[in-house]
């Protein structure tokens, strides 16, 4: 897996992004690779002077056991709706942040979508 590039992680972001189902990819008016579900931002990813960021939506609950690890921080002007960002994540974090941006996914997407899921995804 290609996770210290930008291009690589943009790549992995996108990857599980659009494993999902109906989940599409759209270019904002910052140039931030937005994912989104039914019109509604799950995750947003895009580059700075400080290399690759990556975004995603949470409920508060778990913004905030995320905000006491390390590498997580609140999101700028959209934290206060629970969305996390990790900057450069490194490759032990990708087993949780797919994790995360599946429960992300399923935060925003409809009932019967979110329905699906589960039923493809029962353990």
């Known amino acids: 897996m290609k996770s210290q590039d930008p291009e690589g992680m943009l790549e992995n972001v996108r990857k599980i992004c659009l494993a999902l189902p109906e989940a599409v990819e759209h270019i904002d008016g910052f140039g931030h690779n937005t994912f989104k579900i039914?019109?509604?931002?799950?995750?947003?990813?895009?580059?700075?002077?400080?290399?690759?960021?990556?975004?995603?939506?949470?409920?508060?609950?778990?913004?905030?056991l995320l905000l006491q690890k390390e590498h997580y921080y609140k999101t700028p002007y959209i934290g206060q709706h629970g969305w996390v960002s990790i900057q450069n994540p490194a490759?032990?974090?990708?087993?949780?942040?797919?994790?995360?941006?599946?429960?992300?996914?399923?935060r925003a997407a409809p009932k019967r979508l979110v329905k699906q899921w589960h039923e493809l995804n029962k353990k």
């Open 91 to 106: 490759e032990e974090n990708w087993d949780e942040l797919t994790d995360l941006i599946q429960e992300a996914y399923l």
């Open 38 to 64: 039914n019109g509604k931002s799950f995750v947003i990813s895009g580059e700075s002077e400080k290399g690759f960021r990556l975004s995603f939506k949470s409920d508060r609950e778990t913004q905030e």
